[in-house]
């Protein structure tokens, strides 16, 4: 049993380890707490809570270097973010960093040779493949690549004022081209027919059909919800009377109630049973 697991087992308490009582102490002389080797170096952890994250290290057993303390030592060859170039290594271009406190080579060798490695990198150089500020949601700037080969965005700009003809629907066109987003005839409550767009990306209605009644002036934006067109009134009948269809369906419909309920009643009067 090492030093650490009998500290523990001193510090039980109904088979509970008494963690305040062994935090501090340093079990295997390594020179670091057993808190500090279970990154809790101030003994604040409590039972039924997570367990701490980062670097840790077998408290029982002597420890040579603690990777993440900061403090380069022991079998770390380096500590931290720290960066150096591929070149100091003498494994020709690219960036190496420090990962399990050992470097990292991963990126070396083929990382600024204009060529783009597709196990290892995303970019080399000037070379980006296909790639543009485009493929990251942007509309103007030019991509950068690190030293380590990686697509860097820093240099590409937000949304690049909108340029009527460039095939893009943009804030404050209506169309562009054959881009009218969820706009059409239609939509702008004409019967049908073909919208078309013109030179300056406004819209051109003058091949949509006309409604056979007028419709109200509208004005809507790129992506507005137009609804449904209203249906037309219907028109009034050729007799002058002022009686709509509507009416004459009324009238038609309490004609029948009122046949039906005279035959109820004589039906009912028949049979002795009233009404």
Same mark, same amino acid.
């Given at each position: 049993?090492?030093?650490? !697991?009998?500290? $523990?087992?001193?510090?039980?308490?109904?088979?509970?380890?008494?963690?305040?009582?062994?935090?501090?102490?340093?079990?295997?002389? /390594?020179?670091?707490?057993?808190?500090?080797?279970?990154?809790? #170096?101030?003994?604040?952890?409590?039972?039924?809570?997570?367990?701490? =994250?980062?670097?840790?290290?077998? #408290?029982?057993?002597?420890? $040579?270097?603690?990777? !993440?303390?900061?403090?380069?030592?022991?079998?770390?060859?380096?500590?931290?973010? +720290?960066?150096?170039?591929?070149?100091?290594?003498?494994?020709? &271009?690219?960036?190496?960093?420090?990962?399990?406190?050992?470097?990292?080579?991963?990126?070396?060798?083929?990382?600024?040779? !204009?060529?783009?490695?597709? +196990?290892?990198?995303?970019?080399?150089?000037?070379?980006?493949?296909?790639?543009?500020?485009?493929?990251?949601?942007?509309?103007?700037?030019?991509?950068?690549?690190?030293?380590?080969?990686?697509?860097?965005?820093?240099?590409?700009? /937000?949304? %690049? #004022?909108?340029?009527?003809?460039?095939?893009?629907? &943009?804030?404050?066109?209506?169309?562009? !081209?054959?881009?009218?987003? +969820?706009?059409?005839?239609?939509?702008?409550?004409?019967?049908?027919?073909?919208?078309?767009?013109?030179?300056?990306?406004?819209?051109? =209605?003058?091949?949509?059909?006309?409604?056979?009644?007028?419709?109200?002036?509208?004005?809507?934006? $790129?992506?507005?919800?137009?609804?449904?067109? +209203? %249906? #037309?009134?219907?028109?009034?009948?050729? &007799?002058?009377?002022?009686?709509?269809?509507?009416?004459?369906?009324?009238?038609?419909?309490?004609?029948? =109630?009122?046949?039906?309920?005279?035959?109820?009643?004589?039906?009912?009067?028949?049979?002795?049973?009233?009404?």
């Amino acid at each position: 049993m090492t030093p650490f !697991g009998q500290d $523990v087992l001193q510090n039980m308490d109904a088979g509970v380890v008494q963690w305040q009582n062994i935090w501090m102490l340093d079990s295997d002389s /390594d020179g670091y707490s057993n808190g500090l080797e279970l990154n809790d #170096p101030n003994g604040q952890w409590r039972r039924g809570q997570p367990n701490p =994250v980062g670097p840790i290290s077998n #408290p029982g057993i002597p420890n $040579v270097g603690i990777c !993440g303390d900061g403090v380069l030592e022991g079998e770390e060859i380096c500590e931290g973010n +720290e960066l150096i170039q591929c070149g100091e290594l003498g494994l020709g &271009s690219g960036e190496v960093e420090c990962k399990d406190c050992k470097w990292d080579t991963w990126y070396c060798g083929t990382c600024g040779d !204009g060529i783009i490695n597709p +196990e290892k990198e995303e970019c080399d150089g000037s070379n980006f493949g296909e790639r543009t500020c485009a493929d990251y949601n942007f509309r103007s700037g030019e991509l950068t690549c690190s030293d380590r080969c990686r697509i860097e965005t820093t240099e590409c700009g /937000d949304e %690049a #004022p909108a340029v009527c003809g460039d095939g893009v629907l &943009s804030r404050g066109e209506q169309c562009d !081209g054959d881009l009218f987003g +969820e706009v059409d005839c239609a939509r702008l409550n004409f019967l049908g027919g073909d919208l078309l767009c013109t030179a300056d990306c406004k819209w051109n =209605v003058e091949r949509c059909i006309e409604r056979d009644y007028d419709s109200p002036d509208i004005d809507v934006e $790129v992506g507005e919800d137009m609804g449904s067109p +209203e %249906a #037309p009134e219907e028109p009034e009948s050729e &007799s002058g009377s002022g009686c709509t269809q509507t009416g004459r369906h009324a009238s038609l419909w309490w004609l029948l =109630v009122f046949v039906f309920t005279r035959n109820l009643r004589a039906t009912r009067g028949r049979n002795g049973q009233g009404y």
